[in-house]
């Protein structure tokens, strides 16, 4: 794998959903949903239907990154680095770590993370303060950038 992997492989397994409990639009509420949604599949190894949750040129970059054909091979890869980089814990901590709030400006919206559990703070370059982009497309919201800080 390629030395940007360990960060892309954080992309994915902290695109989880916390929610800071004011998020009253229905738009925020879906990006909530969808990013909970991405991460709860990863979590349990539905690696198509994470992949659902991107638009096409993340799938992409993550099947690039990865050095596999496809998005769902990408998620297999990073599922098996993560689970030898990290204790069951600390995988369970990352895959529930999730957004803190979401900015939606007409079919483009930003999500930011909080501070990451103390367990994988720092580690495989999480960090706090982490954003996300999204994007609307035909009436549902995916990701459309990997996590920066």
Same mark, same amino acid.
């Given at each position: ?25 229905s738009d925020k509420d879906a990006i909530f949903r969808s990013v909970n949604a991405a991460?709860?599949?990863? $979590?349990? %190894?539905?690696?198509?239907?994470? !992949?659902?949750?991107?638009?096409? &040129? *993340?799938?992409?970059? #993550? $099947?690039? %990154?990865?050095?596999?054909?496809? !998005?769902?091979?990408?998620?297999? &890869? *990073?599922?098996?680095? #993560? ?24 079919d483009t919206a930003t999500g930011a993370y909080g501070e990451p559990p103390a367990s ?30």
């Open positions: 794998m390629r030395p940007l992997l360990p960060l892309m492989l954080v992309s994915f397994a902290i695109a989880g959903c916390g929610g800071d409990g004011d998020s009253s639009g991460n709860e599949a990863f $979590a349990q %190894g539905d690696y198509s239907r994470a !992949c659902s949750h991107y638009v096409l &040129a *993340i799938r992409r970059q #993550l $099947a690039a %990154g990865a050095q596999v054909k496809t !998005c769902p091979d990408a998620w297999a &890869a *990073i599922d098996a680095t #993560l689970r030898r980089s990290l204790t069951p814990s600390e995988f369970d901590a990352l895959t529930s770590y999730g957004l803190e709030s979401a900015e939606v400006e007409g994988i703070n720092g580690r495989l370059g999480i960090r706090s303060g982490a954003t996300i982009q999204l994007r609307k497309v035909d009436g549902r919201w995916l990701i459309a950038s990997l996590p920066a800080s």
